[in-house]
């Protein structure tokens, strides 16, 4: 059964700063991954998806990587700002080759000091 | 513009009265489902629907029905809501239903509290 965690559950950095984001899974056959960003009152909204076949993924200041052998995955935020300040949430399909449903995270509250 | 649209967005109800949260895509997408989020729980899938006539039970689908009769709308009908189905409600959908590389797109959420 396919678990996904990640790490830290919260963070909290001053403006700036470069910091990273992290995932784990556990079972190595996925599809991809999507990194999703969570605002209070919010829906997901889809930040990068990175397919199995892929390194990593770029949009902007965000960069993620995926290493599909050791189960982990990161997200890279770079000269972060206070409006990067959300819930992070990292999403795989289904494990079993299952596609119809999306295995999350519970998520990394981030907030970037002023 | 690209939107999943759910309503109601917040809704305060009792024990046993019939309700339903509407969702609806304008991108004609074949692939929608629900999802509740707890704390502590994350994410859980309810009901999925591959196409149009074609739902499935996700992981946690007691307690709740689904309809699919138009591509674009996947209502979640709550027949006789209880405390325990208090919760916050997504809606997602995906281009192709078996498109396993394409990016879900959520709703902003229905926040339902059954009292």
């Known amino acids: 059964k396919q678990e996904v965690t990640q790490i830290p559950a919260a963070l909290s950095v001053p403006e700036g700063e470069n910091l990273v984001l992290n995932c784990s899974f556990t079972?190595?056959?996925?599809?991809?991954l999507q990194w999703f960003r969570q605002d209070p009152g919010k829906g997901l909204t889809s930040l990068l998806l990175?397919?199995?076949?892929?390194r990593e993924q770029t949009s902007g200041r965000l960069n993620a990587s995926l290493d599909k052998s050791s189960g982990r995955s990161t997200l890279y935020i770079a000269a972060s700002q206070p409006g990067d300040s959300a819930t992070y949430l990292c999403?795989?399909?289904?494990?079993?080759?299952?596609?119809?449903?999306?295995?999350f995270g519970t998520g990394t509250l981030l907030a970037v000091q002023p | 513009e690209a939107q999943v649209t759910q309503n109601p967005r917040y809704l305060i109800t009792v024990t046993g009265k019939k309700l339903t949260v509407t969702c609806s895509q304008n991108m004609n997408h074949e692939y929608m489902s629900w999802y509740r989020q707890d704390p502590g729980l994350g994410l859980r899938q309810i009901y999925y629907?591959?196409?149009?006539?074609?739902?499935d039970k996700g992981d946690v689908p007691e307690g709740y029905k689904v309809s699919r009769k138009e591509k674009r709308n996947f209502p979640l009908i709550l027949e006789s809501p209880s405390p325990n189905q208090t919760s916050l409600y997504f809606c997602?959908?995906?281009?192709?239903?078996?498109?396993?590389?394409?990016?879900?797109?959520f709703g902003d959420g229905t926040r339902l509290s059954i009292l």
């Open positions: 999403a795989v399909p289904g494990g079993g080759g299952a596609t119809n449903k999306l295995i």
């Open positions: 079972d190595s056959a996925i599809y991809n």
């Open positions: 629907s591959m196409n149009v006539e074609v739902t």
């Open positions: 997602a959908s995906r281009g192709q239903a078996l498109g396993s590389n394409q990016p879900q797109h």
């Open positions: 990175i397919q199995s076949s892929q």
